[in-house]
């Protein structure tokens, strides 16, 4: 596609609203999934240590 301005290409043809919220939202999933993938993460590897650190 080919857009004269930049109105132009926020407004997606009307359905600006539509396109950018829902790639808000896609943007906003995808960066909870992340952080709560390092928490799960970080929670494990404490847990491991604790329990290295009880055999010791």
Do not use: K
């Amino acid at each position: 596609m080919m857009w004269e301005s930049w109105s132009q290409f926020w407004d997606m043809g009307g359905y600006g609203l539509y396109v950018w919220g829902s790639m808000g939202v896609t943007s906003a999933c995808m960066a909870i999934e992340v952080w709560q993938a390092r928490s799960a993460h970080h929670q494990h590897l404490a847990q491991l240590r604790e329990e290295h650190e009880g055999h010791l």
